[in-house]
T-cell receptor, first 114, second 110 residues
Framework: NAGVTQTPKFQVLKTGQSMTLQCAQD?????MSWYRQDPGMGLRLIHY???????DQGEVPNGYNVSRSTTEDFPLRLLSAAPSQTSVYFC?????????????FGNGTRLTVT | SQQGEEDPQALSIQEGENATMNCSYK?????LQWYRQNSGRGLVHLIL?????REKHSGRLRVTLDTSKKSSSLLITASRAADTASYFC??????????FGQGTELSVKP
């Protein structure tokens, strides 16, 4: 039981490049979400999904796309990376979105955009 | 969307001392969760307290909830260097959005 797995752990991009951050969970959780965390700050919600085929925007969705074709996977796409997207990205999952049950977090992807 | 506001933003104590962190929120809730984040890692769930519980214990953790004041506190007793981390409270999500505050950064010095 691996929990929530994020790949890659580290990534350096040049401005304008695109990439996909991967997130997979093996707990059969319906709810998955993406957060970004900047130095000295809390987590900000980017996008979330309450089940396969359903996604919605969080607090800071601009510059990011998501899709949810399976229960297990929730990739985050940066179409044209910008230095402002330098951050640590965390994926989380839970049974029902943290209403009565905890979120399980991955260990993050550290992204630098130069 | 509702988020918890943690206070203080930073707390520095000596090993063996108790650490108290506070959380305030705005609207009525049916439960509240606390999470810990060690440096460079994802958040880890610590405890969930329901609105009909005034106090809950888990090991060296004691959480209280005062729904009339819309506040909660997390007490870590006999702190250890390994307790050094950031701590976040989380009211239930609204509209699917679980929003976190900036947390309390706890430093426990040996």
């Amino acid at each position: 039981n691996a929990g929530v797995t994020q790949t890659p752990k580290f990534q350096v991009l040049k401005t304008g490049q695109s990439m996909t951050l991967q997130c997979a969970q093996d707990m059969n959780h319906e709810y998955m979400s993406w957060y970004r965390q900047d130095p000295g700050m809390g987590l900000r919600l980017i996008h979330y999904s309450v089940g396969a085929g359903i996604t919605d925007q969080g607090e800071v969705p601009n510059g990011y796309n998501v899709s949810r074709s399976t229960t297990e996977d929730f990739p985050l796409r940066l179409l044209s990376a910008a230095p402002s997207q330098t951050s640590v990205y965390f994926c989380a999952s839970s049974v029902e979105g943290g209403i009565h049950s905890p979120l399980h977090f991955g260990n993050g992807t550290r992204l630098t955009v130069t | 969307s509702q988020q918890g506001e943690e206070d203080p933003q930073a707390l520095s104590i000596q090993e063996g001392e108790n650490a108290t962190m506070n959380c305030s929120y705005k609207t009525s809730i049916n439960n509240l969760q606390w999470y810990r984040q060690n440096s460079g890692r994802g958040l880890v769930h610590l405890i969930l307290i329901r609105s009909n519980e005034r106090e809950k214990h888990s090991g060296r953790l004691r959480v209280t909830l005062d729904t009339s004041k819309k506040s909660s506190s997390l007490l870590i007793t006999a702190s250890r260097a390994a307790d050094t981390a950031s701590y976040f409270c989380a009211p239930p999500p609204q509209g699917g959005k679980l929003i976190f505050g900036q947390g309390t950064e706890l430093s426990v010095k040996p």
